[in-house]
């Protein structure tokens, strides 16, 4: 199953989802790589006999998460080359080829060395998924909004501020939360974007018109819709009204089914088509056994239960223990259409972080793929055409097969 000993391969699979514009699903579909990229997909047989022949399920581009604090006991925050390169190499397990690792909200000299080391690891990373950038998500960002942030060292932006923390990301920083009705808020959204840095809004209690104005000033995004935010009203759209209903912005959204229930997810999926990008929010448990780990430099519990997401020790929701797979099945459970669900997991963030040559299965597009079975479950992942986590492998290796 690892393919060809050249640098072309095919695949073919019972069912094929491109996930590029106005794409269906097709079947059966096929997909021929040349040097790491797609040359060619489409239904029927392939231009030649495959490398390799999927049995089931269906194939479809690699999933982009945009939001993932830390995985398989790291967290990005702290973790050193050894953390970064064991979530690099085991996050395909997932059916995740890029992300963005995220730091949140701790005192900016911290967060400056975080960046600074961020950029340091980037170039030694080890074959896995790719690492797009880093996302900041505070310190800007609301007191009463703060989640599981630390309070005390919530501060506003300012321009020295936003340079330094720029600087140290040496070109890494690609995404920031923050809250745009703090002082300075709409000031540090034009900044960054300027940078061409992506600006979510998130963490903030910003009214549906303030919302409206980051988006004004360059804002694009809305971190994980629905939770820590001014929510929904009848009277006062808060942040989810704007965000559902303002065109200039995509949200994340937490399809783990604890951090916005089944209904929710149905509603946001429909209300924003094309506009919602399906995120993880992982913390360092992700992947783990329940028991106690670190976000923010603070202590969260992971409870036993499949899918329960962390707390912090007052109950607070602490980032979530969700596989990208496992967001696509979930949104799909609540009625979201399986082409439309890949699309969130994969072309919609990939396109929002300005990646166009990812998320999709497309003449030119990286051959980042993914393989799930019938239950929506990864078997196979590849990254670039080369192939870097197989189930079957894997089972064999736990087993002591060679």
Same mark, same amino acid.
């Given at each position: 199953m690892a393919g060809a000993a050249t640098n072309e391969l095919v695949l073919t699979a019972p069912r094929l989802i491109p996930a590029t514009t106005g794409s269906g699903v097709l079947s059966p579909g096929y997909v021929l790589v040349r040097d790491g990229r797609v040359a060619g997909a489409g239904s029927g047989p392939p231009p030649r006999p495959p490398d390799v022949e999927l049995p089931g399920g269906l194939l479809l581009p690699g999933f982009v998460d945009?939001?993932?604090?830390?995985?398989?006991?790291?967290?990005?925050?702290?973790?050193?080359?050894?953390?970064?390169a064991t979530v690099v190499r085991r996050l395909p397990e997932t059916g995740t080829t890029a992300f963005l690792p995220t730091i949140i909200t701790a005192p900016v000299e911290r967060l400056?060395?975080?960046?600074?080391?961020a950029a340091a690891l980037h170039p030694g990373l080890p074959d896995g998924a790719r690492v797009l950038g880093v996302h900041m998500e505070g310190p800007f960002i609301? *007191?009463?909004?703060?989640?599981?942030?630390?309070?005390?060292?919530?501060? $506003?932006?300012?321009?020295?501020?936003?340079?330094?923390?720029? =600087?140290?990301?040496?070109?890494? @920083?690609?995404?920031?939360?923050?809250?745009?009705?703090?002082?300075?808020?709409?000031? %540090?959204?034009?900044?960054?974007?300027r940078a061409g840095i992506v600006v979510s809004v998130g963490h903030? $209690?910003?009214?549906?018109?303030?919302?409206?104005?980051? =988006?004004?000033?360059? %804002?694009?995004?809305?971190?994980?819709?629905?939770?820590?935010?001014?929510?929904?009203?009848?009277?006062?759209?808060?942040?989810?009204?704007?965000?559902?209903?303002?065109?200039?912005?995509?949200? #994340?959204?937490?399809a783990d089914l604890h951090h916005v229930a089944g209904q929710v997810c149905a509603i946001a999926h429909a209300a924003a088509p094309g506009r919602i990008c399906l995120v993880t929010d992982a913390a360092a448990c992700a992947g783990?056994?329940?028991?106690?780990?670190?976000?923010?430099?603070?202590?969260?519990? /992971?409870? *036993? #239960?499949?899918?329960?997401?962390?707390?912090?020790? $007052?109950?607070?929701?602490?980032?979530?223990? @969700?596989?990208? $797979?496992?967001?696509?099945?979930? /949104?799909?459970?609540?009625? %979201?259409?399986?082409? #439309? =669900?890949?699309? =969130?997991?994969?072309?919609?963030?990939?396109?929002?972080?300005?990646?166009?040559d990812l998320g999709r299965i497309a003449p030119g597009a990286a051959a980042d793929l993914v393989w799930l079975g019938d239950d929506l479950r990864t078997r196979a992942t590849w990254v670039g055409g080369t192939m870097v986590y197989s189930a079957s492998q894997a089972g064999r290796a736990a087993a002591g097969v060679n």
């Amino acid at each position: 199953m690892a393919g060809a000993a050249t640098n072309e391969l095919v695949l073919t699979a019972p069912r094929l989802i491109p996930a590029t514009t106005g794409s269906g699903v097709l079947s059966p579909g096929y997909v021929l790589v040349r040097d790491g990229r797609v040359a060619g997909a489409g239904s029927g047989p392939p231009p030649r006999p495959p490398d390799v022949e999927l049995p089931g399920g269906l194939l479809l581009p690699g999933f982009v998460d945009l939001q993932v604090n830390g995985y398989f006991g790291a967290e990005f925050g702290t973790a050193g080359a050894a953390g970064w390169a064991t979530v690099v190499r085991r996050l395909p397990e997932t059916g995740t080829t890029a992300f963005l690792p995220t730091i949140i909200t701790a005192p900016v000299e911290r967060l400056a060395a975080s960046l600074r080391n961020a950029a340091a690891l980037h170039p030694g990373l080890p074959d896995g998924a790719r690492v797009l950038g880093v996302h900041m998500e505070g310190p800007f960002i609301a *007191p009463v909004r703060r989640g599981a942030h630390n309070p005390e060292w919530i501060t $506003d932006p300012s321009p020295a501020v936003l340079d330094e923390l720029i =600087a140290a990301g040496s070109g890494l @920083l690609r995404l920031v939360t923050l809250a745009p009705e703090r002082d300075g808020g709409l000031a %540090a959204i034009s900044q960054l974007a300027r940078a061409g840095i992506v600006v979510s809004v998130g963490h903030s $209690d910003a009214t549906a018109a303030q919302v409206a104005a980051a =988006a004004g000033a360059g %804002a694009r995004m809305v971190t994980h819709l629905f939770n820590a935010q001014r929510p929904l009203h009848h009277r006062e759209p808060g942040v989810p009204g704007q965000a559902l209903t303002d065109t200039r912005l995509t949200s #994340g959204l937490i399809a783990d089914l604890h951090h916005v229930a089944g209904q929710v997810c149905a509603i946001a999926h429909a209300a924003a088509p094309g506009r919602i990008c399906l995120v993880t929010d992982a913390a360092a448990c992700a992947g783990m056994p329940p028991g106690r780990y670190i976000l923010g430099g603070e202590p969260i519990e /992971l409870p *036993p #239960g499949d899918g329960v997401p962390p707390v912090r020790p $007052d109950g607070t929701l602490a980032g979530s223990a @969700l596989r990208m $797979d496992v967001a696509v099945a979930n /949104l799909v459970s609540t009625g %979201a259409s399986l082409t #439309g =669900a890949v699309a =969130a997991a994969t072309r919609i963030p990939a396109d929002l972080i300005g990646r166009p040559d990812l998320g999709r299965i497309a003449p030119g597009a990286a051959a980042d793929l993914v393989w799930l079975g019938d239950d929506l479950r990864t078997r196979a992942t590849w990254v670039g055409g080369t192939m870097v986590y197989s189930a079957s492998q894997a089972g064999r290796a736990a087993a002591g097969v060679n």
